[in-house]
Structures are given as structure tokens and as C-alpha cells.
């Protein structure tokens, strides 16, 4: 894995929480219990505070009557509730980050075991029972019965001779955590798959991860994008509306409409604004574009093919309220012209919007898939 994010070297971490230091040598290390609502008003806080300095661990108020140290207490104390008001419902892992990051790479084997052994039920206690499925050239699989179509189904198309995946990133929450890796399969034909992919997880009360979605796709095209189709599942008269019972909250939904807009009117600084300074874009059968410089010059590319956007739709299936943000889990629909013919592109794809010091919205990790047609 390449780095974990938001950990600065003065954070530290305990069982089950982490709040940044005020000073170089001191930290706050809190653990707490507490349940906050959508609307961020928590019910009930109980901190009990510790400070660290060096190899000193203290646990009593009585240490703490310096000025420099009181100074340091009361500003990480400030700090530790202010990072409770932006929250949504708070509940802390008890894993560390080692031990997340161990958690990972064994389900990771785990599906790699099941791929090769054509065996879904290998990693089928992964999954929530409503658990999306991004496959690239696939529209949207929502539940894991079907999950498990896909899959089983797919495993039986093509024999694998190797199989190995790569966590890349962890983005870890209270009570999600966003893993992105990269994988490489080689089948006994000879072929060859490259690509990336993204988890989101779930922890829950009692500490276990479970797979609230997955998004993967292809560093290249794919010579028989039909072969990754299983037609039994491939639906794409879904409405161009939400989940069943999920509210969009308005500043999501404002901030696609600003997507929608971008692509409109194929300008690169504009889209390339929609990011973070160090966002990250998978694009579809294309490899990682990461940092502004490096999304202007995808889309200057990519805007460089004469067409015309008839008409676009965006729309939020479902999201995640996090800490800073939310994660997205999009569906998109594209009318458009290019010189001497029509046509549309549907897909999907998940997103983490990071909320930025000025209180805006942008992308900060995004993989985006595309539905074949024949």
C-alpha cells in the first residue's frame, strides 16, 4: 500500500479513535462512545482524555497545570469537538490501522481464492445483503443473490492461471473505510486484464467489515466487452432516480448538477476545478489521473473529440454521509452527436466528495465505469 490518507505523522492513533495534536510532542488521544445524528446533534459524549508526550503516558489532570500543557489540552479538546460537530454518526473502529490494512489484504485473498476455485461462497459473507456492484461494461447489480450470478457466471467463462491484487490507498472513516487497489489477471488463453478497483466498507458495531458497494474497471479496452456481460442481469431501464427511499441531500445534488454543466460545455479548467488539488480519477479503460495538472491534461484530451453533448443526466443512486463529505453512488445517462452520427453512454461509478476548507464540495477520489451496447 502506498500511503494511508489524512494520518499526518503527529496524529496518533488509539483503539478507537484518532483527533490531530495542537503541538509537535503532544497529542490528545481520545476514546469515546457517542451517536450522532444526521443532522450532526449529538446525543451524548463521553471523553476520557489522555495526553501523550514522548514515552509518557498521562492520565490524570494533574499533570496537565503548565501553561504550555494546558494551552495544549484545551486546544485538542476543542479540536476533538469540532470534529465531532462535522460528523455523521460517529462510531469509532476498534481496529487499528495496521490491523485494517491486515483485514484488507486477506479479503483481497479471499478473492482471489474464490476466483480461481469458482467459488463465490468463499467471499459471500463479505457482502451486505443490498450491496451495488460497479462491473465495468455491467449496469449496476444491486443485492448479493445477484452478486453472486455475476460472479458465478463470470468465473466460469475464463479459466485463470494467475491472479494478484494491490491495496493502493485506504481512506479511513468511523464507521466506513474506502480501500482502492489495483489488480492483474492473466487467463489460460493468454489474456491479459489490468485494472483498478474500490470497496467501500463498512464496520460495524461489533467490528466486522462488510461490503456496502464495489466499483472495478480496466487500465485498457477490453477486446470482447460482451464476454463481461452476464445478460440475465443487464437491466438498464432503472428510472433516473434515487434508491427506494433515499432522500439526496440538496448540496449533493446542486454540486452534480455543477458536473453536468462541466460537461456541457467541454471546458478542461472547468472540470478539472471539480477536483481537489491531489483528487484522484480512474477514467473508463484508462489508468489513474491524479492531481490537478495531471486532470487537465485528461480532459484536454478528452475534450478534443468533436462532440456535441444533446442532453445529460446525473443523478446521486444512493450516498454515504462521512466526516468531510459524502460518498456517491452515481448513475449517468449521455445523449451525443459526433460528426455523421448519434448515439448514448450509460454508466455509474463511485465517488468520495471531500468538503474543502472554503466549504465546498469536490472530488477527491472518483472511478468511473461505462455499460456496453451492442
Known sequence: MSYLSYLPNDWYEVTTGIIPSPFSNISLLARYSCHLSKSSAYQGVMPFIYLKK???????????????????????????????????????????????????EAFNQ??????????????????????????????????????????????????????????????????????????????????????????????GDNGDFRLRAEVFGYHHQIEDPSALVVESLKDTSTPLSPREGVLIPQELQARIRRNEGAVIARKPERSAALYTEDGGYFPFADTLKLGRENLLKHYQAYYRNPATIDSIRVWAYDYDEVADGYIRYTKFYVDWTVPNYSGNTQGGGIAYMRREKDGSLKTHRQVGTHIHQE
Open 54 to 104: 514522548q514515552r509518557n503516558m498521562y492520565t490524570h489532570f494533574e499533570h496537565i497545570r503548565s501553561p504550555l500543557k494546558l494551552s495544549a489540552f484545551y486546544l485538542a479538546v476543542a479540536a476533538f469537538l469540532l470534529g465531532l460537530s462535522f460528523q455523521g454518526q460517529a462510531q469509532i473502529p476498534s481496529s487499528t490501522l495496521k490491523e485494517i490494512e491486515t483485514r484488507l
Open 110 to 203: 479471499l478473492k482471489i481464492d474464490a476466483a480461481r476455485s469458482q467459488s463465490f461462497e468463499i467471499i459471500q459473507h463479505l457482502y451486505q445483503s443490498d450491496a451495488l456492484l460497479y462491473a465495468e461494461y455491467h449496469p449496476l447489480i444491486e443485492g448479493v443473490s445477484k452478486i453472486r450470478q455475476y460472479y458465478t457466471t463470470i468465473y466460469s467463462r475464463k479459466e485463470l492461471q494467475d491472479y494478484s491484487r494491490t491495496i493502493h490507498e485506504i481512506i479511513p472513516f468511523e464507521d466506513r473505510v474506502i480501500e482502492i487497489g489495483f489488480f492483474r489477471k492473466v487467463f489460460s488463453d493468454g489474456g491479459v486484464h489490468r485494472g483498478k478497483f474500490m470497496h467501500i466498507w463498512v464496520i
